[in-house]
Nanobody, 116 residues
Framework: QVQLVESGGGLVQPGGSLRLSCTASGFIFSYYLMSWYRQAPGKKRELVAEISKLGFTNYVDSVKGRFTISRDNARDTVYLQMNSLKPEDTAVYYC??????????WGQGTQVTVSS
């Protein structure tokens, strides 16, 4: 059974940091492109960052220089280190594993709230 389980969300003040984790099971993690998406209330889900199976990364412009995606294939886990958080980063964050064009898996999401 495929599972992606996110953790690490919470409430943080502007300028603070959080590290999200997503641990996978049920598929060969190292074969998959791993991504973090987010969805704020009333908005469409958007790609935040992705990391290829070889470790190449890509970020949405709004988080460049603040967020870092990484993966540990030995632990079947992908991380999102979020620094200098802003209120506009408030959203539910989801992790996704993708291989090819028609095989993808999603986690259940973790809430990140940036507020003073």
């Amino acid at each position: 059974q495929v599972q992606l389980v996110e953790s690490g969300g919470g409430l943080v003040q502007p300028g603070g940091s959080l590290r999200l984790s997503c641990t996978a099971s049920g598929f060969i993690f190292s074969y998959y492109l791993m991504s973090w998406y987010r969805q704020a209330p009333g908005k469409k889900r958007e790609l935040v960052a992705e990391i290829s199976k070889l470790g190449f990364t890509n970020y949405v412009d709004s988080v460049k220089g603040r967020f870092t995606i990484s993966r540990d294939n030995a632990r079947d886990t992908v991380y999102l280190q979020m620094n200098s958080l802003k209120p506009e980063d408030t959203a539910v964050y989801y992790c996704k594993g993708q291989r090819g064009t028609d095989e993808d898996y999603w986690g259940q999401g973790t809430q990140v709230t940036v507020s003073s």
